[in-house]
């Protein structure tokens, strides 16, 4: 049996140490809308909308909707804690604009609401971004509807460089790290509903229509300084809603996924490993030295963490312990494996040297 060492670290030593410089920051500020400052159709804390547009056009609609309107974003009860935030679909010179929230800025550049003038955007200058350096594995949300037609929400998030990034523009941007972009359709059951997307980058960047979000076009996961835009909207194509068309929005949350892909014993893959089990009992033939086989794991997400602690006659039970950004910023707890080993002599050994149950 091979030579046991106590721990088996399975990233280069300069991806960990990247990690643990990270900031504390894993979340977005305000991620369930209940530090809400203002009235009802202000924007909650963290987050905006169009009383705080830029732009020559800005005033000509606002959180509130004008006269004759429902109002754009408001202050309404949650799907868990005491406030949610919803989007609607207004009017403005008889023409459809969607609902919108970002956690950027809004910026009105012309009067048509399909104009490429008109977008979502990073404004580090006035103070409309959020600086972020970790690295999650995708987003969750809760979302419902109260819509008239048939038709689909957005849900994007942008992980930038340091840049005033647009989310709404004609073609791509090398300067997106990485994006989780989601179209999602209304159920029409009017009830609350959890939707999840992963974040994905690009290779290649493409020439994008209107309706279309900007393609990421870097394919690493850069820790450098960064921003993260997030921007929400009633519908995904421009001028498709109808007045009224509104989005519940509540409990925005980053995934730092830390669940194993696979695990191996003395380089052999360990079989009995069931995604959403951490305990396990592994038979093996006794070792005339005392010594336990070499466990060791790969993790779903490249950017997690893992180490092991192997088992040893003072301690049978091998330690798989995976990491994450929340988890190196202290904001979450590890996720823990164990596998205790149970020898036997080596004559009843059949036909597998490893056999094992789940516990």
């Known amino acids: 049996m091979k030579v046991m060492k106590r721990f088996c670290f399975l990233l280069i030593i300069d991806a960990v140490i ?21 009235e009802v159709t202000s924007s909650p804390k963290g987050w905006h909308s169009f009383d705080e547009a830029g732009g020559v056009f800005a005033k000509t609609v606002s959180n ?10 408001e202050r309404v009860a949650g799907h868990s804690g005491k406030y949610a935030v919803v989007l609607r679909c ?53 979302a419902k509807f109260d819509m008239k037609g048939d038709v689909y929400a957005t849900a994007k998030a942008h992980l930038h460089t340091d840049c005033d990034f647009r989310d709404f523009v004609d073609i791509g941007q090398a300067s997106d790290i990485a994006s989780a972009i989601l179209y999602f359709k209304n159920p029409k059951d009017g009830k609350w509903h959890k939707y999840k997307q992963a974040f994905k980058a690009y290779d290649k960047v493409y020439k994008a229509t209107a309706a279309q979000a900007p393609i990421p076009t870097l394919n690493t996961w850069t820790r450098k300084p960064s921003y993260l835009l997030f921007c929400f909207s009633t519908n995904r194509y421009v001028m498709s ?31 009995d490993y069931r995604k959403g089990t951490d305990s396990y009992v592994c038979f093996v033939p006794s070792d005339e030295d005392g010594q336990y086989p070499i466990v ?18 003072e301690d049978p039970v091998a330690e798989i312990i995976v990491s994450h950004d929340d988890v190196l910023a202290g904001e979450a707890e590890p996720a823990l494996y164990r596998i205790r080993f149970i ?17």
């Open 64 to 73: 509130k909707g004008g006269v004759g309107n429902p109002a754009a974003l």
């Open 241 to 271: 809603g109808a007045k009224g068309d509104a989005l519940y929005l509540d409990d925005i949350r980053l995934i730092y996924n830390k669940h194993l892909s696979s695990i191996y014993i003395d380089g052999k893959e360990f079989y």
């Open 18 to 38: 990247g990690l643990f410089s990270l900031r504390a920051q894993v979340q977005m500020p305000n991620p369930g809308f209940e530090n809400w400052p203002g």
């Open 343 to 359: 020898t036997f002599p080596t004559y009843q050994t059949a036909f597998s040297p490893y056999f094992s149950e789940m516990r």
């Open 90 to 142: 207004t009017k403005i010179l008889g023409v459809s604009a969607n609902g919108a929230l970002t956690s950027g800025r809004v910026y009105m550049g012309a009067m048509g609401a399909s104009s490429a003038k008109n977008y979502c955007f990073t404004d580090r200058a006035n103070g409309y971004a959020f600086k972020f350096t970790g690295r999650p594995d995708s987003i969750s949300f809760w």
């Open 296 to 313: 060791t794991a790969a993790a779903e997400s490249p950017r997690a963490v893992v180490s092991v602690k192997q088992a040893s006659a």
